[in-house]
């Protein structure tokens, strides 16, 4: 129970291998992308959480390669492997020690950004060459934007790059609009043809309103969840972004290429930030894109020993850090004798069991009861979410409820910034009808699962 997008995530999958539709039968805006990667997992059966660690090691792993590789464009190999593992220490700080989804798609914008910057002197001087490996880049960010639409930014970065080499390259405007043209069309044909399958199947409106329109129906943060998430950010990014700004008083200089390519670093630091912010600073691991090309920036203060001293003391730090935070985080949610124990409590007696507010994985069961097509829990509990998801929550969990799950799970005290109108509607019920038979305290919080009256024994019944 690491965190319950992840969980959601591997949740749908299973359902996808079952025939059901993301945004039809299932219901999220994340890109089908993200569920079809997570259905590759699932196969997996026993074995798929494991599965699914494994593959977001590889792709850390795999990342932290292309991070070396471009790191050392720019800086001494000692830098380069300080960067590489600054991005897989700083990883859970921002909380990607699981399978958020940056975890799997900051490997095919590494994939994408080393092209360009390991193969400059060529897209500098060959169109041919520039044209071709265009089309390689943002097909990689085209399959990234599939797993997560914030990668637009870094890919609109990415294609004014190089758009500018063929400007300097005196290419004529025709064959510059050219170029963009078909590099556009490669960023677009993942999600293009994701479109065009629901459009087909009859599901265009469902596809449109979910990936796109949703996105700007969220409500806002509350000022103090704003300010509480900026310092989370802001303490995750200063360390990094120290290392990039110090070089100068360091004294740090480039020549040659190299020049070119710290350009190149800055430019994308800057615009990947710029992704962070673009849909609002909801979740410290909406920095995860961000520690790709500012870990890079790292890695030129091994040219001076003072830099050694500091990038050697920041990456230990960050371990540190890190490792406690890790231990805590386990203490908090990913508790698997909490999990065993929620599992047996939701099978006797067994029935269909409705999540409001708890861990998502609980529902990825061989006997999952589709009482809902929104059955991710901040859907009906997030105040943010009451008007973007495309029902009515009060509504729904009048639905929900009269259809009598067997098992209802919840989380308390309740949230200040959870929608009050549908906890009230559940609790309502819950108080009449339901009794607490499990309840594990973590951290912060205790979550209950409550069965219901009719299914107990005598010696449960209230």
Not at 9 to 18: A, D, K, V
Request: aromatic share 12%.
């Amino acid at each position: 129970m690491i965190n319950i997008d992840e969980e959601f995530y591997l949740f749908t999958g299973g359902r996808i291998l079952q025939g059901d539709l993301p945004f039809v039968d299932i219901w999220d805006r994340k890109p089908v992308g993200l569920f079809l990667l997570y259905a590759f997992f699932h196969l997996f059966g026993t074995w798929r959480i494991l599965a699914y660690q494994i593959g977001a090691l590889l792709s850390v792993w795999g990342t932290a390669i292309l991070v070396w590789r471009m790191a050392r464009t720019i800086a001494p190999a000692g830098g380069a492997i300080l960067a590489a593992l600054l991005y897989e220490i700083w990883l859970i700080l921002a909380g990607g020690e699981g399978g958020q989804s940056p975890v799997f798609y900051n490997l095919l914008t590494a994939a994408a950004m080393s092209c360009i910057i390991c193969f400059l002197p060529a897209i500098k001087k060959n169109d041919q060459f520039r044209r071709n490996m265009g089309i390689v880049v943002m097909l990689f960010l085209g399959l990234a934007i599939q797993i997560k639409y914030t990668v637009i930014v870094e890919g609109i970065f990415a294609g004014l790059y190089l758009l500018w080499t063929g400007l300097r390259a005196k290419n004529s405007p025709r064959h510059l609009l050219a170029d963009a043209s078909v590099w556009i069309s490669c960023a677009l044909l993942p999600t293009c043809l994701s479109f065009l399958f629901y459009r087909a199947k009859g599901y265009g409106h469902a596809w449109w309103f979910a990936n796109i329109k949703s996105i700007f129906l969220r409500g806002h943060m509350s000022h103090s969840q704003i300010e509480s998430i900026t310092v989370v950010i802001i303490a995750i990014l200063i360390p990094l972004m120290l290392c990039w700004l110090i070089r100068k008083p360091l004294s740090i200089h480039f020549q040659g290429e190299q020049k070119e390519h710290i350009i190149f670093f800055n430019i994308w630091s800057v615009f990947a930030l710029l992704s962070l912010f673009s849909l609002g600073s909801w979740y410290n691991h909406y920095t995860l894109p961000a520690l790709l090309p500012l870990s890079i920036q790292a890695a030129p203060l091994w040219r001076k020993k003072t830099g050694q001293f500091l990038i050697i003391a920041v990456a230990c730090c960050g371990t540190v850090i890190g490792q406690r935070a890790l231990f805590r985080h386990f203490q908090q949610h990913a508790n698997i004798i909490a999990f065993e124990e929620m599992q047996a409590a939701l099978s006797s007696p067994p029935g269909c069991i409705f999540i409001y507010d708890g861990p998502a994985i609980l529902y990825d069961t061989p006997a999952y009861c589709k009482l809902t097509t929104h059955p991710f829990p901040s859907h009906f509990s997030s105040e943010i979410e009451k008007n973007a998801t495309g029902m009515n929550p009060l509504k729904e969990i009048s639905s929900v409820l009269a259809q009598r799950p067997a098992h209802i799970v919840s989380t308390e005290p309740a949230d200040a910034e959870e929608n009050q109108s549908v906890r009230a509607r559940l609790y309502e019920t819950l108080s009449k009808d339901y009794t607490p038979t499990y309840q594990h305290h973590f951290r912060h919080h205790t979550t209950v699962i409550y069965t219901r009256n009719t299914l107990l024994s005598p010696a449960h019944s209230p």
